[in-house]
């Protein structure tokens, strides 16, 4: 039943480690994000991704890489984690990229990197 | 009252009256607005959005006012519930990205 589902949903790891959040979304819809939330609850874009090719990829490490195996699908593999990676991710998705559509989030993953 | 600076801005509200909650986009050539709620340990969902070429839009409980004059775009939920208690983005479609404001707090008194 749920639409945007990832997987998991909390990430406690050690400095230095690589770890990788999957997402999934069963509303057949064509684009799919990666948003990074701070303890300010502000939201920041990280990726986004359309049938399965990057359309916008913001100014993340390149340590970050994001994987779509295919539009149902939107993994992101952290290498090489840093302190300053804790925060909450989410996963999104919506119809269209350029159309008017909401997204749609999923519950996020609380990453605590120590 | 609100409060700003390095706190999220809160807005407390007695249970069964009406909210509003603003929102200043940046972008006066942005032509979609879209209000999200985000509870306690979850996602942001979506509320309501409004086409820059109507100024008002009005959902189940909720209402989306649109003053494009001064780029102002504010949510107003009717007899407000402790449900409604989450931290509410307003947001804005600009050169075909989303742009996220801050965030504002709801607290709900009873």
């Known amino acids: 039943d749920t639409a945007v589902s990832q997987t998991p949903k909390y990430l406690v790891t050690q400095m230095g480690n690589d770890k990788s959040i999957k997402c999934e979304q069963n509303?057949?819809?064509?684009?799919m994000y990666w948003y990074k939330q701070d303890s300010k609850k502000f939201l920041k874009i990280m990726f986004s991704y359309n049938n399965k090719e990057l359309i916008i990829n913001e100014t993340v490490p390149n340590r970050f890489s994001p994987k779509s195996p295919d539009k149902a699908h939107l993994n992101l593999h952290i290498n090489s984690l840093e302190l300053g990676d804790s925060a909450v991710y989410f996963c999104?998705?919506?119809?269209?990229?350029?159309?008017?559509?909401?997204?749609?989030f999923g519950n996020g993953t609380r990453l605590t990197v120590t | 009252g609100e409060s700003v600076g390095l706190h999220l801005p809160t807005l407390s509200v007695q249970e069964g009256d009406n909210s509003i909650i603003n929102c200043a986009y940046s972008n006066s050539a942005s032509d979609y607005f879209i209000w999200y709620k985000q509870e306690s340990g979850k996602g942001p969902q979506f509320i309501i959005d409004?086409?820059?070429n109507m100024d008002k839009r009005q959902g189940q409980r909720v209402t989306v006012l649109l003053n494009k004059t001064v780029k102002h775009l504010s949510l107003q939920i009717a007899a407000t519930q402790p449900g409604d208690s989450a931290v509410y983005f307003c947001?804005?479609?600009?050169?075909?990205?989303?742009?996220w404001g801050a965030g504002t707090k709801l607290i709900i008194k009873p």
């Open positions: 409004i086409r820059s």
């Open positions: 947001a804005e479609k600009s050169n075909y990205q989303l742009i």
């Open positions: 999104a998705s919506s119809q269209a990229t350029l159309s008017n559509s909401p997204l749609h």
């Open positions: 509303l057949g819809h064509d684009t």
